[in-house]
């Protein structure tokens, strides 16, 4: 998923290896291919800046410079500064104190939201929660039918209307369903649009006003990579997101995204999605993600 960039990252620390001291110079140059390692990951440019400022001023130090190990040095400071961009710790679901768990899936039109949502009812069954499907993406032809089906495969009760077009309307009667049933987790796959719109944003906070979700997650295409960080810059804006799931890394995605988006957003990934069948997707360890990133 990384590949890409965990070549990059190694040749750029394979210059300061098998070298005895370092001298401030040597470290600069290999702060530069780090630099254009991340810029080819697609991480933005604001990011790539700070995050080397602060590996820099750690690397630069006595400490590093006379170490018998200098190079080992500069890699363990990449390491813990990778872990601190996406996060440091887990974020873990907010789970209500008194259920149903309520979870929006929000994002653009093709980012896998009605995909993330099956998968992560899949994901809560498997840890022994009983959840329940809501189809309120009622704008795409065929989106609650395909959830419908997701949720037949997944073992997962899928509550929707094909008879009315209101979403929050949906939403509600699902919540209220779930309540009813004694369902501890609620998953609404809201509607997404090719770009913002006002329209959309506006019914997903009538939504939110209504529903009080516990969790907005947000799915980011990983392939669109900074394009996608902006996105969910503007729906954090609109909505206060709680988590950012990133989709697609599997695929020849280069990775910037799951490392800007916290810092671009402030809002923590929560899981990652790595394939198109329900068992695929990962919750997501800032620390196991910087080893991966490293190779
Ligand atoms: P929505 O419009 O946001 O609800 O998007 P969908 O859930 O329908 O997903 C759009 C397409 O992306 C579908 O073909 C999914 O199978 C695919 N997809 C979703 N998540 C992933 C993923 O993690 N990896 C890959 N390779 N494909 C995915």
Same mark, same amino acid.
């Given at each position: 998923?990384?590949?890409?960039?965990?070549?990059?990252? *190694?040749?750029?620390?394979?210059?300061?290896?098998?070298?005895?001291?370092?001298?401030?110079?040597?470290? %600069? *140059?290999?702060?530069?291919?780090?630099?254009?390692?991340?810029?080819?990951? %697609?991480?933005?440019?604001?990011?790539?800046?700070?995050? !080397?400022?602060?590996?820099? *001023?750690? =690397? @630069?130090?006595?400490?590093?410079?006379?170490?018998?190990?200098?190079?080992?040095?500069?890699?363990?400071?990449?390491?813990?500064? !990778?872990?601190? !961009?996406?996060?440091?710790?887990?974020?873990?679901v907010?789970?209500?104190?008194?259920?149903?768990?309520?979870v929006?899936l @929000?994002?653009?039109?093709?980012?896998g939201?009605t995909t993330t949502a099956a998968k992560l009812a899949y994901h809560f069954l498997r840890e022994g929660r009983s959840p329940l499907l809501?189809?309120?993406?009622?704008?795409?032809?065929? =989106?609650?039918?395909?959830l419908e089906t997701l949720g037949a495969k997944a073992g997962v009760p899928v509550?929707?209307? #094909?008879?009315?077009? %209101?979403?929050?309307?949906?939403?509600?009667?699902?919540?209220?369903? $779930?309540?009813?049933?004694?369902r501890?987790v609620v998953l609404?796959d809201?509607?997404?649009?090719? #770009?913002?719109?006002?329209?959309?944003?506006?019914?997903?906070?009538?939504?939110?006003?209504?529903?009080?979700? #516990?969790?907005?997650?947000?799915?980011?295409? $990983?392939?669109?990579?900074?394009? =996608?960080?902006?996105?969910?810059?503007?729906?954090?804006?609109?909505? =206060?997101?709680?988590?950012?799931v990133?989709?697609?890394?599997?695929?020849?995605?280069?990775?910037? $995204?799951?490392?800007?988006?916290?810092?671009?957003?402030?809002?923590?990934?929560?899981f990652?999605a790595v394939g198109e069948k329900l068992e695929d997707l990962e919750p997501?360890?800032? %620390?196991?993600?910087?080893?991966?990133?490293?190779?």
């Open positions: 998923m990384f590949e890409a960039l965990t070549e990059r990252l *190694e040749r750029a620390f394979s210059r300061l290896r098998g070298r005895g001291k370092l001298r401030e110079r040597d470290v %600069d *140059e290999a702060l530069r291919e780090v630099r254009l390692a991340l810029l080819e990951a %697609d991480v933005s440019v604001e990011v790539v800046r700070d995050f !080397l400022a602060r590996i820099r *001023e750690r =690397a @630069v130090g006595q400490e590093v410079l006379e170490s018998l190990t200098p190079a080992q040095q500069v890699v363990k400071i990449v390491y813990e500064e !990778l872990v601190r !961009l996406m996060g440091e710790a887990r974020e873990d907010r789970w209500a104190k008194s259920p149903p768990t309520v929006f @929000v994002g653009l039109q093709g980012t939201k809501v189809g309120a993406d009622v704008y795409r032809p065929a =989106a609650r039918e395909q509550y929707t209307r #094909h008879d009315v077009d %209101d979403a929050v309307r949906i939403a509600r009667e699902g919540v209220a369903r $779930a309540r009813e049933e004694g501890d609404v809201t509607a997404g649009r090719l #770009h913002v719109d006002e329209e959309l944003m506006a019914e997903l906070e009538r939504m939110k006003a209504e529903l009080a979700p #516990h969790e907005i997650l947000f799915t980011l295409d $990983a392939m669109a990579g900074q394009d =996608a960080v902006r996105v969910a810059r503007e729906f954090h804006g609109r909505l =206060a997101l709680t988590g950012v990133v989709t697609k890394l599997d695929g020849d995605s280069r990775g910037g $995204a799951v490392l800007s988006v916290r810092a671009v957003t402030g809002a923590p990934v929560k990652v997501f360890y800032p %620390d196991r993600m910087a080893q991966r990133i490293l190779g």
